[in-house]
């Protein structure tokens, strides 16, 4: 298992796109989680999944933004009609359920709104 | 709500020299307490923790102790090197209904100079 995989590295887009992320956890994680970096701050949490069921999401998650893990394995972040302020980098990491062993983050993907 | 305030940074120091990032945390039940490492262009990676009181987490020659009393977790480093430049995050994650989100702190920038 080389880790938590996240594609694409970057992607630049033009205002009003669509836009899909995937991550690829590592296997034996129920957990995934989803996250958002702008620069100069902390990773903000978006949303997570125990294996395929979403059980919680962030009030920073508006109706454009929409997260799966259909079969529990990898996970797809879509951004619908995207703004400028949509621009930072997503994190997704993945752990066991109670997160003691700590977090595996993936490398990001950085999302640049024109 | 529950938070990780960390010292602003940047920290800068010449290598060789002591280091301490200062965090400390508010929770509303007994958390599990963090410092993760972030280089350049790269996701966040797990340096070190701590899950009860007066327990040290250690690795790489960083280390930090679970004050409970004082609600804090900061981290030392005896002797940095340039190497050890880049942005360290403290965060805290608590079985708040079985949630273990983790939350994070804003992060420090550390630069090493030769």
């Known amino acids: 298992d080389t880790g938590v995989s996240q594609d694409p590295r970057h992607k630049i887009t033009k205002r009003g796109q669509n836009v899909t992320f995937r991550c690829d956890p590592i296997s034996e994680h129920n957990r995934l989680y989803w996250y958002r970096q702008t620069l100069g701050q902390g990773p903000e949490f978006l949303t997570y999944f125990q294996n395929e069921a979403q059980l919680e999401k962030s009030r920073l998650l508006s109706d454009r933004f929409s997260a799966e893990r259909p079969k529990g394995s990898f996970s797809t972040l879509e951004i619908q009609r995207t703004e400028q302020g949509d621009s930072a980098m997503y994190l997704c990491?993945?752990?066991?359920?109670?997160?003691?062993?700590?977090?595996?983050f993936g490398s990001g993907t950085r999302l640049t709104v024109v | 709500g529950d938070s990780v305030t960390q010292m602003e940074g940047p920290v800068t120091l010449s290598e060789e020299a002591f280091l301490t990032i200062n965090c400390t945390y508010t929770a509303t039940g007994y958390p599990s307490l963090f410092w993760y490492v972030q280089y350049p262009g790269e996701g966040l990676q797990l340096l070190l923790k701590?899950?009860?009181?007066?327990d040290k987490g250690s690795n790489k020659g960083f280390e930090a102790t679970y004050r409970k009393e004082t609600t804090s977790f900061h981290l030392e480093k005896g002797s940095v090197q340039v190497s050890d430049s880049a942005v360290y995050f403290c965060a805290l994650t608590l079985a708040s209904g079985g949630s273990y989100i983790p939350t994070f702190g804003r992060g420090t920038s550390l630069i090493v100079h030769p």
């Open positions: 990491a993945s752990s066991l359920t109670t997160g003691l062993n700590g977090y595996t």
């Open positions: 701590a899950t009860k009181a007066d």
